[in-house]
């Protein structure tokens, strides 16, 4: 029976070899982590994270075939196949602060597998990492290494949160890289043969090991760019009266450019879209490719232009200021199906509005009233660290006031922003919310989601992204 360990728990590690488990059941997979917390929830009724149809797959193999363990040493020494899937932050300081990947966890998970492995190992870059990281890596699980021999392969994870369960069954490709010696090829078919269980052989694509990993930061920038272009001509909509949907759809009707992700938002967030972009620039400044890096740049910066500009278009339209007045948030996560908040745009546009001396009520059907208090006090990027590493609770943020349901955070509010795509958001009662509230009544909907025309029927000031502006938002020039 092959054996396969997962060192790190977290939203890539638990979906993804929950998912090798299941489809796989010959194969004994032991997924590691170093917090005992998560790994305790992964073995309880109350998964450490939230995903549509993970719960079943795990129920369908934990106690079977998949284990979770804090017990790493052993499993690692008894495993063939190691994948790394820990976490990969930006750097907060040193050389490369703000744009570097810190590879501390990444490093320290090495050096252990060097230190406890007694058999021969296939070591499976999971995490996202720099091009020519596994260069580094080898160094350290051959210098200490007793004969025992490592085959270093790069397998980045493509899976998007919220559709996780399902990107992992039937993935668009798997890629898989490695050494091009014989042993190189023969760790790539193992890897290869673990997929092809449930994966048609045309989707997974071999390639070298650097070609792998840059592949994963490229396809990431490729994304988060597809967002910047249309949060940039979101911008051009509302000075025209252009209207984004119509202009994303015109142009998403090439085939070359397709329709998908081409959604204008008040800007994208999660884990990894600005960490990989700044990593990727790092990367291009230290080989000197000063344009290549500018470039990559703007993707970020039209991001925080994107953030920014919502907040500026919130204020200005209350009358130049939300000092004490009170702003419903609803939703928090990064996006829908997801109770995942890291780099979410509701931390900007909250920081933003309490930064004018808004009264905030949050509601999101996902994330607790802890993780919302930590996001609003934590540094940029402490984030990305191991739960036990990350500052614990801090004061409570005056200001914000987290609700557990739309109509309570809505009660007596000036303005409402809709901030994630629940579908629920589209369902709301709008007449019920408008009676509550105080008038003019304002919707700022960073998703584009409510039917703008039924909202204003009832007596709202609507604001939508990259559409047409009410009169009221037109009268007010726009600050940008
Ligand atoms: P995460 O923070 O949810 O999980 C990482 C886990 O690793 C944590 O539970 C942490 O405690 C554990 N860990 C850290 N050091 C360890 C060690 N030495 N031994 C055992 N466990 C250790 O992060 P994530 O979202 O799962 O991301 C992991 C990697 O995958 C990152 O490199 C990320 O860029 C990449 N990635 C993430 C996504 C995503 O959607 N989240 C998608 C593709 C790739
Ligand atoms: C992304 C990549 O899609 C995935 O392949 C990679 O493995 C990890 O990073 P994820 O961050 O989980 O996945 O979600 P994604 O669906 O890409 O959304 C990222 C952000 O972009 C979200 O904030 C989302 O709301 C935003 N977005 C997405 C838009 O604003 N408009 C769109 O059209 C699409």
């Not at 998912?19 to 997924?31: D, F, L, Q, S």
């Not at 984004?244 to 959604?263: C, P, Q, T, W």
């Not at 700022?444 to 007596?459: P, Q, S, T």
Request: charged content about 25%; glycine content about 6%.
């Amino acid at each position: 029976m092959v054996k396969i360990c997962c060192l790190g728990a977290g939203y890539v590690g638990g979906p993804t070899m929950a998912v090798i488990a299941y489809k796989c059941p010959e194969i004994e997979v032991v997924v590691v982590d170093i917090s005992t917390a998560r790994i305790d929830a992964w073995n309880s009724d109350r998964l450490p994270i939230y995903e549509p149809g993970l719960d079943d797959v795990v129920e369908g193999c934990r106690g079977r075939n998949l284990f979770f363990s804090t017990d790493i040493e052993k499993h690692v020494a008894d495993s063939d196949i190691i994948f790394v899937s820990v976490n990969t932050p930006t750097k907060t300081r040193g050389l490369g602060a703000g744009k570097a990947a810190d590879l501390t966890y990444w490093e320290s998970a090495a050096r252990m597998i060097a230190d406890v492995s007694k058999s021969d190992k296939i070591v499976v870059e999971k995490s996202t990492v720099p091009v020519k990281t596994a260069e580094a890596i080898e160094k350290i699980l051959t210098h200490n290494s007793k004969g025992v021999n490592f085959q270093i392969l790069s397998n980045p994870e493509f899976l998007a949160e919220g559709t996780a369960i399902a990107d992992l069954f039937s993935p668009d490709r798997v890629l898989i890289g490695g050494r091009e010696t014989v042993e190189g090829r023969k760790a790539v078919e193992t890897l290869k043969s673990v997929y092809a269980n449930w994966v048609p052989e045309d989707r997974i694509i071999t390639t070298n090991l650097w070609s792998a990993e840059l592949s994963k930061l490229a396809a990431n920038a490729f994304l988060a760019q597809r967002i910047s272009s249309v949060n940039a001509m979101s911008a051009l909509c509302e000075a025209t009266g252009a209207n984004i949907s119509e202009v994303a759809y015109a142009v998403g009707k090439d085939s070359r450019i397709g329709s998908k992700f081409l959604n204008a938002s008040v800007g994208f967030g999660g884990s990894c879209f600005q960490k990989d972009i700044l990593n990727l620039i790092y990367i291009c400044e230290c080989n000197g490719l000063t344009e290549v890096s500018d470039y990559w740049k703007q993707v970020i910066k039209i991001n925080d232009y994107q953030k920014s500009r919502f907040v500026n278009r919130i204020v200005s339209s209350m009358f130049n200021t939300v000092s004490g007045k009170k702003i419903a948030v609803l939703g928090f996560a990064f996006k829908k199906d997801t109770g995942d908040t890291r780099e979410t745009p509701a931390i900007d546009v909250c920081k933003g509005l309490i930064g004018d001396r808004a009264q905030i009520n949050i509601y999101d059907p996902q994330v607790t009233e802890d993780q919302i208090q930590r996001d609003l006090a934590m540094n940029k990027f402490d984030w990305d660290h191991p739960l036990h590493l990350q500052p614990m609770s801090p004061t409570a943020v005056k200001q914000v006031r987290v609700c557990w349901d739309v109509y309570e955070a809505t009660k007596d509010a000036h303005g409402v922003c809709i901030l994630t795509e629940w579908d629920e958001f589209k369902k709301l009662d709008f007449q019920k919310i408008y009676n509550n509230m105080q008038k003019p009544a304002f919707v700022f909907d960073g998703r584009n989601v409510v039917d703008a025309e039924k909202l204003r029927k009832i007596g709202f000031i609507v604001y939508m992204i990259g559409k047409p502006l009410d009169a009221w938002l037109k009268d007010i020039p726009a600050v940008v």
